[in-house]
């Protein structure tokens, strides 16, 4: 038997919601849309459905707009059938149960992240602690202590053992094999980067090398360090070395093929620094490919640093990208649609309505609240006085009738601002919340935000009925109108 799903509304998403619906032509599910009275959707609260919606109606499963609040728990045992909020926006629906109403199980990865600190040595331990603290929670697995050229690093124990009792994973790398032998003798888990000249060094300690070429794109040298530490029934990675763009980086490509090819069992490591640092892009996009790469070859560690300020969000875009590719190979897919989190500049859907949809909307509006949206003709902000369109907010705003309501023009300065960015990058946009900016930022903590917003939101909502009254007085009066 197919499920019976009620679908709650308001009375301006009533008419969008049976449309969206009916385009599904739903054979696993039929449904009914009851609305409740409400203007606006995504207002509806749990406590207002309690009192307006007396019983399930016959249905199997209760859906909420996205963006209502309350207790959901507690309306499921009021109605004895489960009460699931929907997507945010009623036109992601097809989407939502074309994913069987779950978002894609982005929990398993198999790639190994190294995170570099690449100044440990000017570095004091606390410092090199907290540096490692955020790296973890960015997603780095193991924390990479770099050497510098002519720096005394006299500390290194001591970082080694500090980030081993903080429960590190630790490497360390260095052109000096005396500073490598020190960090291996520490109880560092790997030591970069020996080649065939220097891997008498792994005999003298319990640390897994990282083997390298003896000479810049010599991958033969590299063939005779992994044939050594076979013989030897040693673990090791192997890095044939990803070089810059214009100083071999498609031959260096090459080699990582070439070496999986030769050796389909052998771990492999690629450093992603030479790209992401030395290339002037978003790093969102290369980081991508280059874990697209990896996830072909089968390269299953990965060395990340994040010093150029451009590549700031290095490690957890790669933490992100490693569980996006894991999931579309084991899906036997392309890696689009799983996560938006790489989608810092631009949405794939950004604009869900169109200008005629939205000017629809704001005929049916009775009430003096701004609404502001966009879509790919500009800006719209609207209320029961009119519908105004523009690409500038410094054009729009003079008709709003707000310069003597500094609090009022000030929350609808920073949503026109939000909405005019939104636009510009084609990006998606929602009244009262903060533009998304995927991995590329940390996210607002929600209830926090969204606590701001209603204690705002009273305070404006009494400063509006007070001007409506006064735009009510004037009219009345013959005064001027907006």
């Known amino acids: 038997m197919a499920e019976r799903i009620l679908f709650l509304t308001g009375r301006l998403a009533e008419k969008q919601l049976h449309r969206v619906l009916a385009s599904m032509q739903p054979t696993d599910f039929a ?28 249905a199997s499963k209760i859906m909420v707009p996205g963006r209502c609040r309350g207790d959901l728990e507690k309306l499921t045992a009021r109605y004895h059938v489960p009460v699931v909020r929907g997507p945010d926006d009623l036109k992601d629906l097809p989407e939502y149960f074309g994913h069987g109403g779950k978002p894609p199980d982005l929990d398993k990865h198999d790639v190994r992240i190294f995170a570099e600190i690449v100044d440990a040595p000017t570095l004091d331990v606390p410092a090199i602690l907290e540096r490692a603290k955020g790296y973890r929670r960015g997603g780095a697995d193991v924390i990479d202590l770099g050497g510098l050229p002519d720096t005394p690093f006299p500390h290194l124990e001591k970082a080694v053992a500090g980030l081993k009792a903080e429960g590190f994973s630790v490497s360390v790398d260095s052109a000096d094999r005396e500073e490598l032998r020190r960090g291996g003798k520490a109880g560092a888990d790997f030591l970069f980067s020996l080649d065939e000249k220097s891997l008498s060094l792994a005999d003298e300690v319990a640390s897994v090398p990282v083997l390298i070429p003896a000479e810049p794109g010599d991958l033969e040298s590299l063939e005779r360090a992994i044939a050594k530490m076979r013989a030897k029934k040693k673990p090791f990675l192997a890095d044939p070395i990803l070089d810059p763009i214009h100083f071999g980086f498609t031959e260096s490509l090459v080699r990582y093929r070439d070496l999986r090819r030769r050796h389909p069992d052998v771990e492999i490591l690629m450093g992603l620094g030479n790209l992401t640092e030395l290339t002037g892009a978003d790093t969102t996009g290369i980081t991508a490919t280059l874990m697209g790469v990896a996830s072909e070859l089968a390269i299953r560690n990965v060395l990340v640093v994040q010093v150029s300020p451009h590549a700031r969000r290095a490690v957890k875009e790669v933490d992100v990208a490693r569980r996006i590719m894991y999931r579309a190979r084991e899906d036997h897919a392309l890696p689009i649609g799983y996560s938006d989190e790489l989608l810092c500049l631009h949405g794939r859907k950004p604009f869900p309505y169109s200008a005629a949809e939205i000017a629809e909307l704001a005929a049916e509006i009775r009430d003096p609240s701004f609404r502001v949206q966009a879509s790919d003709a500009g800006v719209h902000i609207f209320n029961r006085d009119g519908l ?5 907010p410094f054009a729009l705003f003079p008709h709003l009738g707000l310069e003597d309501d500094g609090a009022h023009a000030f929350y609808i300065g920073v949503e026109l601002a939000r909405a005019h960015t939104a636009w510009r990058l084609g990006k998606s946009y929602s009244q009262d919340e903060d533009l998304d900016w995927g991995c590329a930022a940390d996210k607002p903590g929600k209830e926090e935000s969204k606590g701001e917003y209603q204690a705002a939101g009273h305070t404006l909502a009494v400063k509006k009925k007070k001007a409506a009254d006064r735009r009510g007085r004037n009219k009345r009066k013959g005064g001027a109108k907006r």
């Open 31 to 58: 449904y009914r849309v009851k609305q409740i009275g409400i203007s606006v959707a995504a207002l509806m609260t749990a406590a207002l459905i309690e009192r307006r919606v007396p019983d399930a109606m016959g």
């Open 388 to 392: 105004r369109t523009g690409t500038d």
